[in-house]
Nanobody
């Protein structure tokens, strides 16, 4: 089992920045691929970014490429999502997720999920 503590969400103006953190405990963090997903009201959960176990490979949705950066610190069992140049359409609940194996973009491939943190971007 993997437990998550997500933080860093909040209200920000368009063009601003936020950094989300997801601290984990339970299963060995260093062997897990981590992902960030988001879900806006009335919409399906969508992929945002993913990172493999050692940070050597990262993947991004086209909508966030160049603005968001995923990173991890295995010594702190934490994955981050730096979000810059935020847009109104980035407003959503953001979830971190974990899986054993390679980083993938499909939500159904992740076994463990955080509780989510709200990000609201005002236009």
């Amino acid at each position: 089992q993997v437990h998550f503590v997500e933080s860093g969400g909040g209200l920000v103006q368009a063009g601003g920045s936020l950094r989300l953190s997801c601290a984990t405990s339970g299963r060995a963090f260093s062997v897990l691929a981590m992902g960030w997903f988001r879900q806006a009201p009335g919409k399906e959960r969508e992929f945002v970014a993913a990172i493999n176990w050692n940070g050597g490979n990262t993947y991004y949705a086209d909508s966030v490429k160049g603005r968001f950066t995923i990173s991890r610190d295995n010594a702190k069992n934490t994955v981050y999502l730096q979000m810059n140049s935020l847009k109104f359409e980035d407003t959503a609940v953001y979830y971190c997720a974990a899986r054993a194996g390679t980083a993938v973009v499909l939500a159904t491939q992740y076994n463990y999920w955080g509780q989510g943190t709200q990000v609201t971007v005002s236009s």
